[in-house]
């Protein structure tokens, strides 16, 4: 069973920097692309970051240098470093992978930058 685990979100201050964590289980992690997207409040979900199976990364404009993704396959875990946030960084961030089943989705970790 495909199963994402999204943690480290929080309340951080404008300029302040959080790292999120997906854990994922019941696949082999190691094949697949892994992405961060998020939602605001009333607002579409969107892609934030991604990462292929070896390693090669892409980012939204709006988190360019600011953000950046990572892999530990023998961990079976994504990271995202989040530096220089700011308070329309605020959401509720997802991973998901995607495979010939479907795409499959945790259930999300709040992030909130306000002062």
């Known amino acids: 069973q495909v199963q994402l685990a999204e943690s480290g979100g929080g309340l951080v201050q404008p300029g302040g920097s959080l790292r999120l964590s997906c854990a994922a289980s019941?696949?082999?992690?190691?094949?697949?692309?892994i992405t961060w997207a998020r939602q605001a409040p009333g607002k579409q979900r969107e892609l934030v970051a991604s990462?292929?199976?070896?390693?090669?990364?892409t980012y939204a404009d709006s988190v360019k240098g600011r953000f950046t993704i990572s892999r530990d396959n023998a961990k079976k875990t994504v990271y995202l470093q989040m530096n220089g946030l700011r308070p329309e960084d605020t959401a509720v961030y997802y991973c998901?992978?995607?495979?010939?089943?479907?795409?499959?989705w945790g259930q999300g970790t709040q992030v909130t930058v306000s002062s």
């Open positions: 990462i292929s199976r070896l390693g090669i990364t």
């Open positions: 998901n992978v995607g495979m010939m089943s479907g795409v499959y």
């Open positions: 019941g696949f082999t992690f190691s094949s697949y692309a």
